[in-house]
């Protein structure tokens, strides 16, 4: 699996940093300890902005901006930056330099912030469920519209799952994906409607319904970044600098995620988080939070599945087909059916994607959750040590 | 009539039911017949040979019908295109008919259902005809095949939907106890009063069922048997028409909100893993019982089931039959499996190691079920999270236990405690460790991994030594990680024992504490299954040096009084007469030095009364008995009024000591 090898490799660089970092800690003792750690500061900040800069620059297949590769690359980068966070602020370091201002009061904000990442990554991890239920609709689209003969029947079927599918992309967005206690009765319905092939949307509703009811993207992700600030003065040279890059980080990968996928509750999502200016190492960041801003302010109005590229794409293709469907007419013009083909074989692409990609991704998902548990069991277990050891002194 | 017309296309589905329904009575009534009429064996003869010439129909269905078909083919060639068109018409009246009306077919009745289906089947067929014509746009069929493709749209878009009604309006009710547990015998299928498409023998699924039935005990309908056979056959017919897609949604959305609906009525909600951590211990505690009570009832009961209709409906093992169940329960399975996980990441005090030891070993017990529940690849992904789940629920185990080590070591007192009695700290832990002997098994297991892995770096600061146990020459080998772990817990309280007791100012109720302390540990120990895990000879050695200390109390607390009673030292100096002054200066000595200990003896306390009990005995042998020698040795020098108290008054109020609540002698003398 590639997720796995490419985690293998992060974790080969991961522990190349630490041989560094022993050594550097072996001759601190002998040259100056600030020197080490201000370049230490600097290789950190300018690793993140390279990172963050090379998914900037991805434009083409597969790795196109927003789309299940790309973010199967931020996901990568990302688990880098927090191994090399904890390199920076955990290897060598005695407890007592964490355990004292201001990382006092910063690493306790940032283990609230990694709690409250676990159960976006768990919603976002459901809204790819939900995708893969879209991912099924567009595959019926594909059997009944991918054959020789393209007449009443085949049109029938496809419009009926097209329907399912645009309505489920809306709903998805609309609900986030919660059923109410009243829509359970819906598919009680008797028969009676008239446009029977659309009527079958409810059906087809959200399939992803885990989150608690109240439980709101937005307000979990405003939550995270409501109390992030810049250090400042002598602050921005230290330790709290990792500290806010990684809080920076964390939060910036999780609203891309949520902007990206379906999520229960994101309305105004756009507005919610504010990256730091003026930082050489956030300007990548920056650039993709406006990037991605813009994008949601565009589409947020319409009502989509989410930024995700491949999704806005099926979303144009399954709009265009189900126009042609309404439209037609046996036996079609030969240029029409030529446009279906295209149309077709693009949808085909997309579903491979996402049956190729979705899975890995939501492992990765998976795999965010777990290093963020686990940097979290370290640090307390860091600041439980260095309270242990305050004891005697005070 | 409409009937009549289409007679070459009547469903052979329905003419090998009867058909094999006829052989089977044939074969009995040959069973019970030696003796065959010259007409009945002609019969059976031609029967037979008429039977060989026939081709054998292949396995999958679609080859079956295929070369069966070829005969009608044959016939109907004449007809040529008008008698297509004229099927189609047909066809199309019957599923067309139905497009006006509003109530559900299958809600009308067997027959109604059957004629549907038949005719959608038809269509089916027609299409699979028409498609091996390879026809060009230019023919005349290839309208035909359009409007056929047309008809099984309606009837498949219809079928779809009695699908999902059968299934929704004939849920089983989800209430406990509404639960009726099936036995192995039942056999509510009536295989014989329905309609099943021919792509499996009826024998064969009997067969099937039968099989898997008696292996799960707890199975449940969760849906009426009665419209298991009628789902079955909609579902083959729309597989077979290549709508498995739209099939699979359809069960698998319904199902989906059937077990929902069951964890709602589990009163499992949900919560964040934010919510859990935040929640109180008293809310969470209830919360995870409820848990562990749902978690078994949902995998062996509901998941189990919901198996067994996927199986019914889609053929058992069939990779669509897992696909829906997985794609159903996922979500359902996951939710309750988040708790887990968020309990796991939860503070690990060590009063929840209970709590968090009963999540691992429900999760644990369940784990064959779930395994073999999510099958394959399809199941992969549920398989793996259980597993995550539950290894995360054992390392927080042995976090928490490591907690519970710390917790003890850490637990500082600034004040003694009043009366040298059992400090609750070592009653806290000795009951702790006897409860989680319960637990043997999981913790046994728990603990050995973690010592060799040494995977979580969260050494105690201060390493417990384990005194003589660990070093003891005994093979370590042998001895359980368990064990290792528990005898190195009560190494933590001792020390940590001997410190509070420091904290008294008489060193003989030091040593009174350590031996009230250091008894109810091995009272413990042998009287409860940590006896098995701690070994005879610790217990032993705790015997020995509880015994230890109260000889040294015994030492501290007396040996000044009794010196008092030694003949060394009341001569009158350079003689070897007895001094009276001394001696009665000797005896109220004694006296006073009595008075006091009792004064603050009676305060101190020995809970258990056979220790006490012991005690007082021994002090009276060495005390008393002294006493009554010496009495009897100088009793001729003294006058009664200077002998306070007789050798029985003495034992009398050693009666005093230890109970705990302070006492004084009468007419305290001065000072």
Not at chain 1, 330 to 350: C, G, M, R, T
Not at chain 2, 142 to 163: C, G, H, I, N, P
Not at chain 2, 175 to 196: A, K, M, Q, T
Not at chain 2, 572 to 592: D, Q
Request: glycine share 4%; with cysteine; proline share 4%.
């Amino acid at each position: 699996m590639p997720a796995t090898t490419e985690n293998n490799h992060n974790q080969g660089s991961f522990l190349g940093r630490i041989s560094i970092r022993r050594n550097q800690v072996i001759s601190m003792s002998m040259d100056g300890t600030h020197d080490m750690e201000c370049e230490e500061m600097e290789l950190f900040q300018r690793q993140v902005a390279e990172r963050f800069a090379e998914l900037l620059s991805c434009r083409d297949e597969p790795e196109a901006f927003m789309s299940i590769g790309w973010l199967r690359k931020l996901l990568d980068e990302f688990l880098c930056c927090e191994a090399e966070f904890k390199a920076v602020l955990l290897m060598g370091r005695d407890p007592f330099q964490i355990a004292k201002p201001p990382l006092d009061k910063l690493l306790p904000e940032l283990l609230d912030r990694i709690i409250k990442s676990l159960d976006v990554c768990n919603a976002v991890s459901l809204g790819i469920d939900s995708l893969r239920n879209i991912q099924r609709l567009a595959e019926i689209v594909l059997s009944a519209l991918d054959q020789t003969l393209i007449g009443d029947g085949q049109v029938r079927r496809a419009k009926k799952a097209l329907s399912a599918l645009l309505s489920a992309m809306l709903h998805e967005d609309k609900d986030g994906g919660i059923t109410k206690g009243t829509e359970r009765s819906r598919s009680f319905g008797r028969r009676g409607n008239k446009d029977k092939d659309r009527s079958a949307a409810a059906p087809f509703r959200s399939l992803s319904w885990t989150m608690p009811k109240n439980w709101s993207a937005v307000k979990q992700i405003h939550a995270m970044s409501s109390n992030l600030a810049a250090p400042r003065g002598n602050e921005s040279s230290g330790l709290a600098l990792p500290v806010f890059i990684m809080n920076t980080a964390l939060v910036f990968v999780l609203w891309t995620l949520v902007a990206a996928l379906p999520c229960q509750e994101r309305n105004g999502l756009g507005t919610h988080f504010q990256m730091p200016r003026n930082l050489s190492w956030a300007q990548p960041i920056t650039a993709l939070q406006e990037r991605i801003s813009e994008e949601w302010k565009k589409k947020e109005k319409k009502g989509t599945v989410g930024l995700l590229e491949e999704m806005q794409k099926m979303e144009k293709i399954a709009q265009w087909l189900l126009d042609f469907a309404d439209s037609f007419q046996f036996p079609a013009e030969a240029d029409k059916l030529e446009e279906v083909k295209a149309q077709v074989e693009e949808l085909a692409d997309i579903c491979r994607k996402m049956e190729e990609g979705l899975e890995p991704l939501q492992l990765q998902i998976r795999e965010v959750f777990h290093r963020v548990v686990r940097t979290r069991t370290e640090f307390l277990h860091v600041l439980d040590q260095a309270a242990k050891l305050n004891i005697p002194t005070s | 009539m409409a009937v009549e017309e289409s007679e070459p296309v009547i469903p052979e589905l329905e003419r090998e039911e009867n058909l094999i329904a006829a052989a089977r009575h044939i074969v009995k009534a040959l069973g019970s017949n030696k003796n065959l009429t010259t007409d009945a064996k002609k019969i059976l003869a031609d029967l037979g040979s008429k039977l060989s010439s026939m081709s054998i129909p292949s396995e999958m269905e679609e080859g079956k019908e295929g070369e069966e078909d070829e005969e009608e083919e044959e016939e109907e060639e004449e007809g040529g295109v008008n008698a297509t068109e004229d099927r189609i018409n047909v066809i199309q009246e019957k599923i067309m008919r139905w497009e006006e009306d509003q109530s559900m077919i299958w809600d009308l009745g067997p027959e109604e259902a059957s004629e549907y289906l038949n005719a959608a089947n038809e269509a089916r067929r027609l299409i699979e005809k028409l498609e091996s014509f390879n026809l060009s746009k230019d023919d005349q069929e290839y309208k035909l095949l359009q409007r056929a493709y047309s008809v099984l749209q309606t009837a498949m878009a219809r079928l779809e939907e009695e699908f999902r009604n059968l299934l929704i309006q004939n849920r089983q009710p989800f209430e406990p106890e509404y639960v009726s547990f099936r036995s192995s015998e039942e056999d509510p299928v009536d295989e014989n009063s329905i309609v099943s498409l021919g792509d499996e023998s009826v024998e064969e699924s009997l067969q099937r069922d039968s099989v898997s039935r008696a292996a799960e005990e707890h199975i449940i309908d969760l849906v009426h048997p009665g419209v298991i056979p009628d789902l079955r056959c909609i579902a083959n017919l729309l597989f077979a028409s290549n709508y498995v897609q739209e099939c699979s949604h359809a069960y698998t959305i319904v199902r989906r909100d059937a077990l929902d609906e069951c964890l709602f009525i589990l009163e499992m909600e949900r919560l964040s893993i934010e919510d859990v951590l935040k929640m109180e211990w008293g809310t969470l505690n209830s919360k995870i019982k409820r848990w562990i009570w749902a978690l078994k009832i949902f995998v062996r009961v509901y998941l189990a089931s919901e198996r067994w209709l996927s199986d019914q409906i889609f053929g058992e093992g069939e990779p669509v039959s897992i696909a829906c169940f997985v794609d159903a329960s996922k979500a359902s399975i996951l939710q309750l499996l988040n708790f887990g996980e968020a309990m796991s990441i939860g503070p690990h005090k060590p009063e929840k190691l209970f709590r968090i030891l009963d999540m691992y070993e429900v999760l644990a017990d369940l784990m064959p079920d779930l395994d073999s529940l999510y099958l394959d690849d399809v199941g992969s992904s549920v398989r793996i999270e259980c597993h995550e789940v539950l290894k995360r629920l054992g390392d927080c185990v042995r976090v928490t236990f490591i907690e519970f080590e710390n917790a003890i070591a850490a637990n500082a007192s600034t004040n003694p405690f009043i009366g040298g009695g059992i400090h609750p700290l070592t009653r806290y832990v000795m009951n702790y460790l006897r409860t989680l002997t319960d637990y043997s098994e999981s913790l046994n297991l728990l603990l050995k991994d973690r010592d060799e892995e040494d995977a979580i770096s969260l050494s105690p600061d201060m390493s417990p030594g384990t005194e003589e146990d660990s070093k003891s020459p005994g093979s370590p080998s042998g001895v359980s990680s368990m064990t290792l772990h528990f005898r190195s817990v009560a190494s933590v309280l001792e020390s940590n024992l001997e410190e509070k007791s420091l904290l008294y100012k008489e060193v003989p109720l030091q040593h009174l504490f350590l031996m009230n302390n250091l008894h109810y540990m091995a009272e413990k120990v042998k009287g409860s299954e940590l006896r098995l895990i701690y070994g005879d000879e610790w217990i032993r050695k705790r015997n020995w040096k509880f015994q230890q200390h109260a000889m040294k109390y015994e030492r501290a607390s007396w040996s000044s009084i009794l010196n008092l009673l030694k003949d060394e030292g009341i001569h009158v100096p350079g003689t070897t007469s007895i001094s009276k002054t001394l001696l009665r200066e000797r005896l109220r000595s004694f006296y006073l030095g009595f008075e006091d200990v009792y004064r603050i003896q009676t305060a101190w306390l020995i809970p258990d009364v056979q220790l006490r009990e012991d005690l007082r005995i021994s002090i009276s042998l060495k005390v008393i008995q002294a006493y009554r020698t010496f009495f009897g040795r100088h009793n001729c020098h003294l006058n009664d009024k200077y002998i306070k108290y007789n050798a029985d008054d003495l034992e009398n109020y050693l009666l005093d000591f230890f109970e705990g609540s302070q006492k004084c002698l009468q007419n305290p003398h001065r000072r």
